[in-house]
């Protein structure tokens, strides 16, 4: 990610906290408090790295939610991509997925043991892989939100158009917005303001985040910068506190008040809202997406007869919990000490956006 240097400054970072100071003292005086999601991975990490959660006043709370894709997976998905491995599929993955655990086992285990599975950078990469081996089958692994999905189709569009037939796509994308709605309509769930993510608002643009505002919780969209997080963490407890429930974008450097159409044809060109199953919140109404009739064909479950189950995780591992922002990591008795970035045994505490994983690397540290 570049380096902004503006979005970094000491003195302005200093006068921010020392404002969000005041603010949280002046809301706790009148008896109140706050607790901010912040929805996207990417944010999750960002706020360990710099310390922000530190900077925040006893009644401000800041919570991490199910924004890493790879986290809100199930384990039957990885089980089932073990299995279209073991049968001699090539196998095509970004490397996050890699040692996330199965129900049985992990992609890096299948790998070690033979299995042809490929680690890309690129969902294109995968073009490549499938013209260097017409006679096998290949199959990648499409898991992300709207930032991510939008590449996968691009890349779908190009072996449509250039009559790839050996390639189809396992897939495990979700949308935000519907999760985000889930999780404010469960009751058992304590959300009073949305710190929104910066990548995926790239792609669906400010509108969709009404529908959120107007069921009462305030949204501010916000790039990842130490200054950015601040100044939109102060918007909302200002928010919260005028009890003003409205979408701002924050990061409009990035973000368009529409998104990015392009993308966004070209999602539903290929794609329809469906169904999704997420680690920790179960299966939510229009929360992920399916292909179309007409590109039934590059599905992996139809053309080769699988079906994700929901599989096992590890038993005592909270990424459950952790996705829905219930618990703080410490709270999982595995973690620091059977979970290890090194040893992870829950995808939270593997992906490089993953809230274990965060406060294990910064959190644990600048405690200690
Ligand atoms: S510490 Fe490990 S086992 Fe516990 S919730 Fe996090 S990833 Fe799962």
């Given at each position: 990610m570049k380096y902004l240097r503006e979005f970094h400054d000491p003195a302005t970072a200093a006068a921010l906290a020392k404002e969000l100071a005041y603010a949280g003292n002046s809301f706790a005086r009148s008896g109140r408090s706050a607790v901010i999601m912040e929805v996207c991975g990417t944010h999750t990490m960002a706020i360990a790295r710099h310390g922000i959660?530190?900077?925040?006043?006893?009644?401000i709370q800041l919570i991490s939610g199910p924004g890493c894709p790879v986290c809100v997976t199930e384990p039957g998905y990885i089980d089932t991509a073990i299995e279209l491995a073991r049968r001699g599929v090539i196998v095509v993955t970004f490397g996050d997925l890699l040692a996330v655990p199965g129900s049985e086992s992990s992609l890096a285990n299948a790998r070690a043991a033979g299995a042809r599975i490929v680690v890309c950078?690129?969902?294109?990469?995968t073009l490549r892989i499938a013209a260097q081996h017409q006679n096998s089958e290949v199959v990648f692994?499409?898991?992300?939100f709207e930032t991510t999905i939008a590449p996968i189709v691009s890349t779908l569009e190009a072996a449509s158009k250039n009559g790839v037939k050996n390639l189809s796509f396992l897939t495990a994308f979700k949308r935000v917005i519907p999760a985000m709605k889930a999780l404010v309509s469960d009751t058992s769930n304590r959300i009073d303001a949305f710190l929104c993510p910066g990548h995926v608002s790239a792609i669906i643009?400010?509108?969709?985040y009404q529908e959120i505002a107007t069921s009462g919780i305030p949204c501010v969209i916000a790039g990842f910068e130490p200054i950015d997080i601040l100044q939109a963490l102060l918007k909302l407890v200002d928010m919260v506190k005028n009890k003003e429930a409205s979408v701002i974008n924050l990061y409009s450097r990035v973000v368009r008040?529409?998104?990015n159409p392009k993308a966004q044809e070209l999602i539903d060109t290929f794609l329809v809202p469906s169904a999704a199953r997420w680690r920790g919140l179960g299966e939510i109404p229009d929360s992920g997406f399916s292909f179309r009739e007409t590109w039934r064909h590059f599905d992996a479950e139809a053309r080769h007869g699988v079906r994700i189950p929901e599989g096992r995780q590890y038993r005592g591992c909270l990424c459950g919990e952790i996705v829905k922002g219930?618990?703080?990591?410490?709270?999982?008795?595995?973690?620091?000490?059977?979970?290890?970035?090194?040893?992870?045994?829950?995808p939270c505490m593997v992906s490089s956006e993953g809230t274990c994983a965060a406060y294990y690397k910064y959190i644990s540290v600048q405690r200690s």
């Open positions: 959660r530190s900077l925040l006043p006893p009644n950078y690129s969902p294109a990469e692994l499409a898991v992300g643009g400010v509108e969709p008040q529409r998104g219930k618990i703080p990591p410490e709270q999982c008795s595995h973690f620091g000490r059977k979970c290890t970035p090194e040893s992870p045994v829950g």
